[in-house]
């Protein structure tokens, strides 16, 4: 894709998905919100040294709990290839805990990490980290769902996203972080659909946040399918 290309595609695509944040605070119902980008290098942000990603205490007060923990889950009864598997850490987001435009787009990365991480092991510590429960109903229904089916004996691979475009976008009455990138394909790897390939796909998001406990927490998103 080239940068006019890919320019267009953001301006158009953006907004839309702002006036979907704005309206409703949640994604498109055939488009939730499971996408696994790394976090891009940031001049101006600086890594923190706070704590991890991994919460065993019960989120509280509309959002996720603080705190650093690997252990919140059983990792022997994992499937093999995912027993290895260590969960999104803040310090690797440059700007996490800066209350800045960059900060937002930080907590968006880690989110989309964070729900790839707890669809391969059932974990949605690092999801609550950053969710404003009483808020965003989405980031509610996509980490619910991936509890459920993980809780169910479904495990999927890990899989990876490639960053294409991060910005802070803004339109006369909304703002929030904007994300595209594809995703990797990946498999089911236990369970009633063991085997199953889940197909690569591109995809743009978008996030509101609130300032909650030194970071970001969601209040809303929207995702889009790009590559359909």
């Known amino acids: 894709m080239s940068p006019r ?13 702002l006036l979907a944040v704005g309206a409703a605070g949640c994604a498109p119902k055939d488009e939730p919100p499971k996408i696994t980008p790394k976090p891009q290098p940031s001049s101006s942000a ?20 603080e705190g650093s923990t690997d252990a919140a889950v059983d990792k022997s009864k994992l499937p093999p290839e995912n027993r290895s598997l260590r969960a999104p850490d803040p310090k690797d987001y440059p700007g996490f805990y800066e209350e800045t435009d960059e900060g937002e787009v930080a907590t968006l990365h ?15 510590s690092a999801v609550n980290l950053v969710t404003d429960d009483s808020q965003c109903s989405a980031c509610v229904e996509a980490r619910d769902s991936a509890v459920e089916a993980t809780s169910s004996g479904n495990y999927k691979s890990q899989r990876r996203a490639q960053i294409l475009s991060t910005n802070y976008v803004r339109t006369d009455e909304e703002a929030g972080a904007y994300l595209e990138y594809t995703v990797t394909p990946g498999a089911v790897l236990t369970g009633d659909n063991a085997g199953q390939e889940i197909e690569g796909a591109q995809f743009a998001t978008v996030s509101s946040a609130t300032w909650s406990d030194g970071h970001w927490k969601l209040t809303a998103i929207a995702s889009r399918r790009l590559d359909r």
């Open 110 to 124: 880690y989110f989309v990490d964070a729900m790839y991480y707890l669809e391969a092991t059932g974990d949605p």
């Open 5 to 17: 290309t890919l320019h267009r595609s953001f301006t158009a695509t953006s907004a839309a998905l």
């Open 46 to 65: 600086a890594a923190s040294d706070g704590g991890g990603d991994d919460t065993a205490a019960p989120a509280s007060d509309g959002g996720g709990s």
